[in-house]
Every structure is written in structure tokens, then in C-alpha cells.
């Protein structure tokens, strides 16, 4: 099966909030793409709001519920109690666990599963019990001891970081050794019994190199590329780029 597309909407919601209106719409391109083909919608509340705001979240329950209800929503940050509080109330198929500090910019790497095994451990428990599926942010490297510890806290996938990936957009040769890298790291992961994700910096072009090393890609979340070619293509026309990139036939 090719991977599936979440729209990230959070340079959406960024773009919008640097006015006190509301446009451009959250939900109205996330119903675009949605429509174009996209399999769901992934959002990252911060404690800040700087780009999602709480006040988004439910009408994109709603969105997907009343007219997608095939498609999934992705609610991702670090397990605080307001952030648990957030995906009880709005009941995401997928909860994405990420190390974020709240004044990091963005997301730039992975657990470090050794140091949080105990806390990982308690929250995937709880969010398992609710039935949520529970993704965890991982680096790229194929070290087997980090990611056992990742498979015992119970989650069901890790999300590749390809935040490095991305970065070498103009120099082939090291994007060729970080897919291979990544390709290692997937194996791994999925020889212990975790599905895997990946996002962070993918594009049309980097995207299918990666899911060519990584032909079990289960899914892949995208929001700044997707949205930087959506001010050139339109959403729907970019949603359909992105799901040909990985390797679906639309």
C-alpha cells in the first residue's frame, strides 16, 4: 500500500494569524484537501498558539467527522496535561508524541527513548487505553536499544524525522546517505513490531526516494512544503502532487 498523505495545517493557521481575521481559512483548505485526496489532517496545538489555536480544533473534528469520516485526524505535541486534556476533548484517530520544548520554532528531533522511557511509558498507557493509535517522534538512526524501549512503552509507530533529509535539498550525495539511513532505521522499527511514519521538510521531489527505501511507509505528514507549493499549484492540485509523490495513482 503507498503511504498515506496527512495535511499538516499549521503554516495554514500561521499565515492566518499574522491578521485578527479569519482567513485563510483552517478548515476551508483543510476541506480542499481532504476533497483532493489527502487520507487526513495533522495539527500541533502549542502551548503559544502562534499557529493552530485551540479554537480550530473541534471545527476540524467536525470537519472530518460530518464529511470525511474515512479520513483521520492527527493531533501532535508534547505530552503536557493541557495537550492530554486537548486530544481527550477532540479524540484524534492518531496522537503524535513529540519532545518539543514550547519555544522551540519547530520540531528538530527525536525522543531520547533511554531518558523517557518512564514517562512514555505512562502516557502511551493511558492514550492506549482511550483507543487512541500513538505515534512517537523518533531520529533516524537504526539503533535497535532505542527503539525496543520505543515498542515496550506500547506505541504503535514511530514518525521518522526528516528534518536532516530535507536540509540536503542541494546536495544529492548526503540525501542518498540519510535515506539509506532512514531506510535502516525503518527496518528496524519494523522488524520489532512498529509501523512507521515519517515528516519533517518532505517534498514532491525528496518523496519518492524515501518511499522507494521504505516501501512499508505507513503514513507521511506534510505542512510547510505542501503549503509553500500550494501558493504556487492551489491546494487541491498540490494534495494530488503530493499523493502521486507517494506513489498513489490519482
Known sequence: ???????????????????????????????????????????????????????????????????????????????????????????????????????????????????????????????????????????????EEALTIARETGADRIELYTGPYGGCYDDPDAAARIVERLGQTAEVAIRLGLEVNAGHDLTVANLPPLVERIPALAEVSIGHGLTADALEYGMAETVRRFCRACGQDV
Open 1 to 143: 500500500m503507498p503511504a498515506k498523505l496527512s495535511v499538516n495545517l499549521n503554516a495554514i493557521a500561521m499565515l492566518r494569524n499574522r491578521r485578527d481575521l479569519p482567513w485563510p481559512s483552517v478548515t476551508a483548505l483543510g476541506r480542499i484537501a481532504l476533497e483532493a485526496g489527502a487520507s487526513g489532517l495533522t495539527v500541533h496545538p502549542r502551548p503559544d498558539q502562534r499557529h493552530i489555536r485551540f479554537s480550530d480544533l473541534q471545527p476540524i473534528r467536525n470537519l472530518i467527522d460530518d464529511f470525511f469520516p474515512e479520513t483521520e485526524f492527527n493531533m501532535e505535541g508534547f505530552p503536557n496535561p493541557e495537550f492530554l486534556d486537548l486530544v481527550d476533548a477532540h479524540q484524534p484517530e492518531q496522537v503524535t508524541l513529540v519532545p518539543d520544548d514550547p519555544s522551540q520554532a519547530t520540531s528538530d528531533h527525536g525522543w531520547d527513548f533511554r531518558k523517557n522511557h518512564n514517562l512514555l511509558g505512562d502516557v502511551v498507557g493511558r492514550l492506549k487505553k482511550k483507543g487512541f493509535r500513538v505515534s512517537l517522534f523518533a531520529d533516524g538512526e537504526p539503533d
